[in-house]
């Protein structure tokens, strides 16, 4: 079934670095832009950032901006987040999302890993 | 950015009950907008997509309505599955997309 599964998730020290993957399987993952979208503990959904089907297109958040990078690997059905410098709001469970285009809304979405920044 | 402003933040119903929330866009977002449904532990799940769409195999319980500025999702009858936290989503702008603070749907 059409599925998307996060991992890489932990704990981490502020100013350090963390890869997120998220794994796709029972659609054709070429063919849609992904996103990763997080949620901090008591708080509201954040769009993080956005990579267009091909890997051409990338935009950030603000807050994430300089610190984060969205890529994939078609070839390997998966993506990714690099996450470096981060800090302590960055603590959150982080989504990947997929949606048919870059101007769509999210229609599969991932369970979730939680990534906790202390020290 | 975009601010989306969702209330209530708390809803306390009973099954059966007809629940409105609300969604406002503080500009016009012509009808991109989206709701969600989450349950911890879960895969957030989409259920309304262009103000008014209802994904495929969602409840016909859940309605969308809305253009503009001002957004609504009604659920007609609350069944016990229903009893989650719902969130909007304006995808008008990609740069960047926001979301509504969220609205916990309990039972009272």
């Known amino acids: 079934q059409v599925q998307l599964v996060e991992s890489g998730g932990g704990v981490v020290q502020p100013g350090r670095s963390l890869r997120l993957s998220c794994a796709a399987s029972?659609?054709?993952?070429?063919?849609?832009?992904m996103h990763w979208v997080r949620q901090a503990p008591g708080k509201g959904l954040e769009w993080v950032a956005v990579?267009?089907?091909?890997?051409?297109?990338?935009y950030y958040a603000d807050s994430v901006k300089g610190r984060f990078t969205i890529s994939r690997d078609n070839s390997r059905d998966t993506l990714y987040l690099q996450m470096n410098s981060l800090r302590a709001e960055d603590t959150a469970v982080y989504y990947c999302?997929?949606?048919?285009?870059?101007?769509?809304?999210?229609?599969?979405w991932g369970q979730g890993t939680m990534v906790t920044v202390s020290s | 950015d975009i601010q989306m402003t969702q209330s209530p933040a708390t809803l306390s119903a009973s099954v059966g009950d007809r629940v409105t929330i609300t969604c406002r866009a503080s500009q016009s977002i012509s009808r991109w907008l989206a709701w969600y449904q989450l349950k911890p532990g879960k895969a957030p799940k989409l259920l309304i997509y262009e103000a008014s769409s209802l994904e495929s195999g969602v409840p016909s319980r859940f309605s969308g309505s809305g253009s503009g500025t001002e957004f609504t999702l009604t659920i007609s009858s609350l069944q016990p599955d229903d009893f989650a936290t719902y969130h909007c989503h304006q995808y008008n702008s990609y740069s960047p997309y926001t979301f509504g603070q969220g609205t916990k749907l309990e039972i009272k």
């Open positions: 990579i267009s089907y091909d890997g051409n297109t990338k």
């Open positions: 029972g659609f054709t993952f070429s063919s849609y832009a």
């Open positions: 999302a997929r949606s048919p285009k870059l101007h769509n809304a999210f229609d599969i």
